[in-house]
């Protein structure tokens, strides 16, 4: 299937049925359906044929998610500009994914003002909701466009979309999925996570991220996605109440800070099915507070850009016991791997490791990207005797469930003994006093390296980094435990929410 097979979907199921809603209104299948095929026909028109990229640069906003479709429509292929990133770093993205095209909300008028003379490869600029000196509006492009007619494209590939991996390291790479890199996902999210009657998905993250592509199985469903324009833990209770939200997605950070939010107690959401978390490591301890204060939603996934979402999934019924008891030596894993991939654990030379053994997480099937755009060299990079490298150190228990310690990058090595800074975060986070933090080893003339730990405290609470350490130690031992800690007031953090370790070890090398 491809993208726009997916609202097709929906909307065979009830084309009045609401779609798309912010702020209380709301388009329903059969309005974006009909949008789709309008603006299809327009990127034919402007002679965006099929296979052609096109980008959308936007906050959250039903018109911009629709657009998506319709790019779908015409054979063309998506490429999802985060709003958040640098100048530079989406110039980089337009010119080195040759978009042909983008969309654009006005609050980003002026940056790709800057940015248009730079870009000779850009054939149409369409703002979507309002005229520019330098562009039309939405309206005004699709000005007596024929409402009625199905537009019917034959893409000249499978490729879907190219999304951007972030660029952490040096200029991002454009990861090329598929239709059925994208229709695996959903399948297997389908698969592993309740969905009873048609679902309503509160959409808080940025849709350029999980948050959008988790729409597509709602849609399967002929679902709502409700749509909020930015985060504000407050406006997400109220919307999960008044709209019955059954499934909805947040990191832990945000998690975090729904916990302690006042409003909570008093707010119903007795509709949830489904609550995902994923993104970064969440604190097994909070956790457990969520399953308390939340219910028996909470549903882990645990993939990248390159394998979307899905590598291992974590069922709200797989974070409990038989006897319904919360499974406390299950939470700090990934899950188990879903049925239409396979997983495995790796020496350095590719050689598989029995149950129980830490080496690198690979995984193959139909889930792993068709390579990174142009650049083969990362591609093969990327590859080890045919599986994906993920870059993450793990283990398989007896169970099948899959564990991950550490990025490769991030493992210490002090005294000559490897720790993982996962590990030892994971202890940090489960002191009552620690709402988020980071561990990293900085060099040190004795140990090699020496364990140092940033973190940001819980609103109200009070400790001292000396207590912490002790806290640390007694959890896990003196060799894993920080040989240093500071409190921060708040800790930097990434476009998605995922805390900095890198700047935050930078700033550190710095000071010193």
């Known amino acids: 299937m491809r993208l726009v097979d997916w609202l097709d979907k929906g909307a065979s199921l009830g084309a009045d049925a609401p779609c798309l809603t912010m702020a209380g209104k709301s388009l329903s299948y059969g309005e974006v359906q009909r949008l789709t095929h309008r603006v299809a026909r327009g990127l034919g028109a402007a002679g965006i044929t099929p296979g052609k990229h096109v980008a959308i640069l936007s906050g959250n906003d039903p018109v911009a998610f629709a657009i998506v479709f319709a790019i779908s429509r015409a054979g063309a292929v998506w490429c999802p500009i985060n709003p958040r990133n640098e100048a530079a770093e989406n110039a980089y993205i337009l010119d080195n994914f040759d978009c042909a095209a983008l969309f654009f909300h006005s609050k980003f008028a002026e940056l790709v003002d800057q940015l248009r003379e730079q870009l000779p490869k850009l054939e149409q600029l369409v703002c979507l909701d309002a005229e520019q000196p330098f562009a039309p509006s939405l309206d005004q492009w699709l000005a007596g466009a024929d409402d009625e007619t199905p537009f019917i494209a034959a893409p000249v590939s499978d490729l879907a979309m190219i999304p951007g991996t972030g660029g952490t390291t040096g200029h991002p790479k454009g990861v090329m999925l598929t239709n059925r890199n994208l229709e695996a996902m959903t399948a297997l999210t389908l698969m592993g996570y309740p969905f009873d009657g048609r679902p309503v998905y509160l959409a808080m993250a940025p849709l350029t991220h999980a948050a959008g592509v988790l729409a597509f199985p709602i849609m399967a469903h002929g679902g709502e996605i409700v749509i909020m324009p930015y985060p504000d833990i407050g406006e997400f209770l109220a919307l999960a109440s008044h709209h019955r939200a059954t499934h909805t997605f947040l990191p832990p950070t945000l998690i975090y800070m729904l916990l302690d939010h006042p409003a909570l107690p008093a707010t ?140 490769a990058k991030d493992m210490i090595i002090t005294g000559g003994f490897n720790v993982y800074s996962a590990e030892v975060e994971a202890a940090l986070l489960s002191h009552p006093a620690v709402q988020d933090g980071a561990v990293f080893g900085l060099p040190d003339d004795k140990w090699g390296e020496r364990v140092c730990a940033v973190v940001q405290l819980r609103a109200g609470q009070s400790a001292n980094a000396d207590d912490i350490i002790a806290y640390v130690k007694a959890a896990i031992g003196s060799v894993k435990a920080p040989k240093e800690l500071e409190i921060w007031d708040d800790l930097p953090r990434s476009k998605v929410g995922k805390v900095l370790k890198k700047d935050i070890r930078a700033s550190k090398l710095g000071a010193a």
């Open 268 to 407: 119903d959401l007795s509709a949830m099915q489904c609550f995902w978390y994923g993104a970064a490591p969440i604190s097994p301890a909070r956790l457990e507070e969520a399953i308390d204060k939340l219910g028996p939603v909470m549903a882990q996934l645990f993939g990248q850009t390159e394998a979307p979402m899905m590598i291992s999934m974590m069922a709200p019924k797989d974070h409990l016991n038989p006897d319904g008891s919360v499974a406390r030596h299950r939470l700090s894993s990934a899950g188990k791997p879903g049925p239409l991939v396979r997983v495995a654990i790796v020496d350095t030379d590719g050689n598989e490791l029995p149950q129980g053994e830490r080496g690198e997480i690979v995984v193959r099937g139909s889930l792993v990207m068709d390579g990174y755009y142009k650049n083969p060299a990362a591609t093969a990079e990327a590859t080890l005797n045919g599986w994906h490298r993920t870059g993450d150190i793990g283990y398989l228990d007896a169970d099948n469930f899959l564990f991950i310690v550490d990025r």
